[in-house]
Antibody
Framework: EVQLVESGGASVQPGGSLRLSCAASGFALSGYSMNWVRQAPGKGLESISYISSSSYTTYYADSVKGRFTISRDNAKNSLFLQMNSLRDEDTAVYYC?????????????????WGQGTLVTVSS | QSALTQPPSASGSPGQSVTISCTGTSSDVGGYNYVSWYQQHPGKAPKLIIYDVTKRPSGVPDRFSGSKSGNTASLTVSGLQAEDEADYYCGSYAGSNLGVFGGGTKLTVL
């Protein structure tokens, strides 16, 4: 059974940093591209970062570019999101998401399996 | 403001059908056959229910169907059941592997 378990969410002051982790089980992480998607309280979904299976390709939403870094350790079946210079508007539940079919690209990427999410609160 | 436009709410009685629209542009929905739909119950993670415009992942009931015409995609839920009450989000490829989402539609089963 595919399982994704996020951790690292916390309450932090503006300007602070956090590192989110996602532990994957039930499949080989090395065969799949991965994503981080966030959802602010009472709001919709925002896809913020993508990483290919080999880490060769990464994408970031404009809202986090230059502040957040996605990475992965396939040997440890883990995905990470380093978040720096946090702002109030980064407050959200952050989801670790696996692609539906494998290492996607060119439009065939779908957010097939989701973790339960971890809450990040940025407030002074 | 979301890239794709969805109605904020929709409703139907048990057993009826309801359709939710998702309007984009020729740079996303209209330009590619890479539309998806996600179902989210309160306090839960979203779940993929439609991909490639019309396909259903394993385990998704065939009461859920997708279609597209021009820049507008649609999700139809037939034979509405109480457990279908949830938020529904559309998604589309828009030139990068991040994709874009609609603002979400709250479906109420009357």
């Amino acid at each position: 059974e595919v399982q994704l378990v996020e951790s690292g969410g916390a309450s932090v002051q503006p300007g602070g940093s956090l590192r989110l982790s996602c532990a994957a089980s039930g499949f080989a992480l090395s065969g799949y591209s991965m994503n981080w998607v966030r959802q602010a309280p009472g709001k919709g979904l925002e896809s913020i970062s993508y990483i290919s299976s080999s880490s060769y390709t990464t994408y970031y939403a404009d809202s986090v570019k230059g502040r957040f870094t996605i990475s992965r350790d396939n040997a440890k079946n883990s995905l990470f999101l380093q978040m720096n210079s946090l702002r109030d508007e980064d407050t959200a539940v952050y989801y670790c998401v696996r692609d539906l079919r494998g290492d996607c690209g060119g439009g065939s990427c779908y957010l097939g399996f989701w973790g339960q999410g971890t809450l990040v609160t940025v407030s002074s | 403001q979301s890239a794709l436009t969805q109605p904020p709410s929709a409703s139907g009685s048990p057993g009826q059908s309801v359709t939710i629209s998702c309007t984009g542009t020729s740079s996303d929905v209209g330009g590619y056959n890479y539309v998806s739909w996600y179902q989210q119950h309160p306090g839960k993670a979203p779940k993929l229910i439609i991909y490639d415009v019309t396909k259903r992942p394993s385990g998704v009931p065939d009461r859920f169907s997708g279609s597209k015409s021009g820049n507008t995609a649609s999700l139809t839920v037939s034979g509405l059941q109480a457990e279908d009450e949830a938020d529904y989000y559309c998604g589309s490829y828009a030139g990068s592997n991040l994709g874009v989402f609609g603002g979400g539609t709250k479906l109420t089963v009357l």
